[in-house]
Every structure is written in C-alpha cells, then in structure tokens.
C-alpha cells in the first residue's frame, strides 16, 4: 500500500512538474516572441515611412498604446478585424513582419487613381500611406494554426484612421 502511494505521489508530480515545464515554455516563447519583435519595431517603422515617403505622406510615429492594443488582440490569434477605433491591417502566416507590410503595400499595383476609392483589393496600401495618419503600434505574435491563424500573426493599428469612405478624403490622402 505504500509503494502504490510513491507510485501515486511522482505521477502526480511527474504531472505537475509536466505542467509547470510546458508554463516556462510559453512564458519564454511569448517572451522571446515580444523581443524579437522588439528588436523589429524600428524596421517596421522605418519600412511605413519609407514606403509612406513615396506618397508625399508625413511619416508615423511610433504609439505605445496602439502597439499594446495591437499585441493583445494579436494573441487571441483570430485572424478577422478587431473593429476597434484604429485603422487596421493584419497578415498571418509570411516569414516576416517585412513581407508582410510589402505584401499590404504591393495592392498599390491594383489601385485606381483616375477613381479615389475604397476598395477590398487595395485597402492595405491606403491605410499604409494615408495622410492623416499620423501613429503606428504593432502586434506580432506566433499563432501556429491555432484557431486556423497560421505561422506568424501581424497586426498594425492606425490612428487616426484612414479609409475614410468618402471619395474626398481619398483624394485628399492617397497619392
């Protein structure tokens, strides 16, 4: 009888010990996540303005309070809008945070000047280089198919938004 209760004893903590193993692994995926995207916040930055540059757009500072925003919808992994108060992109599953953001910026490709407007093909690259934005904060989070988001999980909030629907302010902010 008591050898079955050892045998009990470091099952239990075989699986606590298990339990306790697989916490420090998140703590320090999610810690290791955040610093590496830590270390990318400048070439996020940068890579907006750049590409905002070549618009006449004014470049981003970048917004704590919108990076945090951004880092705690990120982690819920679910790859839709937040519908917040901030302009929104979001991108899952490109090897970087830079193909990601050149990815948003390529729709460009695809929008018409001749017709200033809101489009879902081109709504990445208005919100990238509109004008009236004037702060950027960024989430990037590794999602590995959970809830079907894959590999690495972007997400960018704008403020003030951009994609305004109205022609006018389309005219007014990308060029």
């Given at each position: 009888?008591?050898?079955?209760?050892?045998?009990?004893?470091?099952l239990g903590e075989t699986s606590n010990t298990m339990k306790?193993?697989?916490?420090?692994?998140?703590i320090i995926s999610y810690t290791i996540t955040i610093t590496?995207?830590?270390?990318?916040?400048?070439?996020?930055?940068?890579?907006?303005?750049?590409?905002?540059?070549?618009?006449?757009?004014?470049?981003?500072?970048?917004?704590?309070?919108?990076?945090?925003?951004?880092?705690?919808?990120?982690?819920k992994c679910h790859f839709q809008h937040s519908h917040g108060?901030?302009?929104?992109?979001?991108?899952?599953?490109?090897?970087?945070?830079?193909?990601?953001?050149?990815?948003?910026?390529?729709?460009?490709?695809?929008?018409?000047?001749?017709?200033?407007?809101?489009?879902?093909?081109?709504?990445?690259?208005?919100?990238?280089?509109?004008?009236?934005?004037?702060?950027?904060?960024?989430?990037?989070?590794?999602?590995?198919?959970?809830?079907?988001?894959?590999?690495?999980?972007?997400?960018?909030?704008?403020?003030?938004?951009?994609?305004?629907?109205?022609?006018?302010?389309?005219?007014?902010?990308?060029?």
């Open positions: 009888m008591f050898r079955d209760k050892q045998k009990f004893i470091r306790i193993y697989k916490i420090i692994f998140y590496a995207f830590a270390s990318t916040k400048q070439e996020t930055l940068e890579l907006h303005n750049t590409l905002r540059a070549e618009h006449h757009a004014p470049p981003l500072i970048w917004d704590d309070q919108l990076a945090n925003y951004a880092l705690n919808y990120a982690s108060s901030f302009g929104e992109n979001l991108a899952a599953g490109y090897p970087s945070v830079s193909a990601a953001i050149h990815a948003w910026y390529d729709e460009h490709k695809k929008y018409s000047y001749a017709y200033p407007a809101f489009s879902f093909q081109t709504g990445h690259f208005t919100q990238i280089i509109w004008k009236s934005t004037t702060k950027l904060g960024c989430g990037y989070v590794f999602c590995n198919g959970k809830n079907g988001t894959p590999g690495h999980y972007l997400v960018c909030e704008y403020s003030p938004a951009g994609n305004i629907m109205n022609s006018h302010y389309f005219k007014r902010n990308v060029a």
